[in-house]
């Protein structure tokens, strides 16, 4: 428990920094800021942290990146922490493009679910968003899809002006598929001219176009697939479900806040919208306390973010991990 009463069970464990594509929110145009390989942590010392946080009530676990799908030895990774004991729930958040060459390894190693972000379904908008192909994506999904995760979930990052009018397009191709889809509200944590006010599209915005096409949405407080902070619904008409993470305009969205973030690097960190970090490296590369570092970042967790302000992020979500 942190010093604020929430329980803290939930690790998200970035496993690279480096992408293959360059989404605008989350990777800033010209970004040369990469941790050197030999900083990278191995495997082994991935699974050195995992197995920490297992020791201090950790039960939850999510692989991500930048592109987690970039490691070669990622199924490795994957295996090896679902082996662990205390380990109750493994994802993994990716874009897609490579999925579809290793979604059955990924299950049978022990990933159970598998976000994928779709920001857009028109390939041009994707391609202005990512800089990447489409194609490869949808590919992605389908191994997903036939490959048996307990969920495959598709999110996307609102961005005014540049993808609204895809949310309804997303939405039908997401109830087709059987498919939660979740938008979320862009984050300060890229360069701020992408950042301008008038880029930002508040989840209640994108709640009230659905509203208005298909009729109110129906909360479903207790649908909580994976462990995050989405808020679902159900869309009656097409029996779909749609999540909302609001980081922006969600009253108290941090009250219910149960993660911790390891960065590639090897930091353990608190909140993904301060500053403050716990180097692991010590304790893993010379010998020092493990367990009192992980202790530590828990009681480092601050009360809420600070991205109301005028945040400037120290690194970007690429880095950080998302
Ligand atoms: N590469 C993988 C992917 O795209 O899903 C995993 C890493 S990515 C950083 C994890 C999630 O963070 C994605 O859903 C992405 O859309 C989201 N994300 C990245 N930058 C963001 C930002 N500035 N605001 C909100 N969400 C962001
Ligand atoms: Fe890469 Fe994911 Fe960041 Fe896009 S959101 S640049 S796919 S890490």
New binding site residues.
Partial sequence: MDAYGRVIDYLRISVTDR?NER?L??MPEGYKGWARKADHLTAQEIVQVVAATCEMGFRKFRL?????LLRPDIVEIARSIWELTGVQALGI???GTRLAACARELKQAGVRSV???LDALTPSVYRKITGGDISAVLQGIDAARDAGFETVKL?C?LMRGVNETEILPLLRFAGEHGMPLRF????P??RQDVLREDSFFPIGDAKQLIDEEYGELVPEPSYRPGHGPARYYRVEATGGRVGFIGALTTPDFCGTCNKLRLTADGKLRPCLGRHGEIDLMPALRRDGDLLESVREAILNKPENHEFSGCYEPGRP??AI??
């Fill in positions: 992408c989404c929110y989350c991500t990146g930048g592109e987690p958040s990716t874009n976000n994928i972000s999110n990052v979320i509200e862009l984050m944590l890229t979500m690429t991990g998302g």
